[in-house]
């Protein structure tokens, strides 16, 4: 397996390349649209050649590069199904693998941060999206968010994988790149340990962050498989410009 680690630093977004290195199809999981360019010029560098994309969830706070991959690639797009993104190619279903060369992912339905988010286990590692952060975890007060079921999401299903487990989140905003599933057990300060669900409500409740300022954007143009809207106020232009630094993990 090829594997690389890519961060985009406006939205502290990890996007994964997972190649296989038989059929040399490659997979992008949580690619972001203003790292097109990049993320194909490592694709290339490698040799390998762009089969599809995925996405953990709709995001809220960057547009996804799906259909622009396809538009310059001819890559399919994987969803989750649960997401209801129609334009996706293939739609993916809990205990369903989905299979790409010699990969074989195996999408676990992990709602909460959204009604519809999917971690994906591949392996020894997973791709935890938003439902299951670096000693965090995702918000759950916008887009059917859900503090009890995010609660079970992590707890019944995450850390119930082998503790030596990979965990590669969909964002950091510390400059961790990698956790285990035992590292979060122990010292998730909202979900690892014993902590109860009553305690998880409480810590959600609190948090009080302010409303994400490229949702109303991000959310519709995501619903499209990656649409940049046309009336994007100046101040949000950069969250469909290019990148000009290539930062990778």
């Known amino acids: 397996m090829i594997f690389r680690q890519l961060f985009e630093p406006l939205s502290s977004t990890y996007t994964y390349l997972v ?3 038989d059929t ?3 997979v992008l999981v949580d690619p ?3 790292s097109v360019e990049r993320d194909l010029e490592v694709i290339a560098g490698l040799g390998l050649t762009l089969a599809y994309s995925v996405d953990t969830h709709v995001h809220a706070d960057h547009i996804t590069a799906a ?3 396809k538009e310059k690639t001819g890559s399919r797009i994987a969803a989750p199904a649960a997401e209801r ?4 190619d293939v739609q993916l279903e809990e205990g369903k693998p989905f299979r790409v060369g010699g990969l074989a992912f195996q999408p676990l339905h992990t709602p909460g941060h959204t009604a519809g988010h999917f971690a994906y286990l591949l392996g020894d590692r997973v791709f935890t999206g938003d439902a299951l952060l670096i000693e965090g975890c995702g918000r759950t007060d916008f887009q059917q968010g859900d503090t009890d079921a995010l609660y079970r ?3 019944d299903k995450l850390f119930a994988l082998p503790d030596d487990t990979l965990v590669y989140p969909a964002h950091d905003y510390q400059e961790r790149r990698v956790s285990t599933v035992m590292q979060e057990k122990k010292r998730n300060p909202r979900l690892g340990g014993e902590r109860t669900l009553e305690e998880f ?3 959600m409740a609190g948090l009080n962050l302010p409303y994400p300022k490229f949702i109303d954007y991000a959310v519709p143009g995501n619903k499209q498989c990656g ?4 009336d994007l106020p100046e101040h949000l232009d950069k969250y469909c410009r290019q990148m000009t630094e290539s930062p990778q993990g």
């Open 153 to 155: 999401s992590v707890r």
């Open 67 to 69: 259909l622009a991959l």
């Open 85 to 88: 993104v129609a334009c996706a």
């Open 32 to 34: 972001v649209i203003v």
């Open 201 to 203: 409500r409480h810590i």
């Open 227 to 230: 649409v940049c809207p046309a």
């Open 19 to 21: 190649g296989c290195s």
């Open 24 to 26: 040399g199809q490659a």
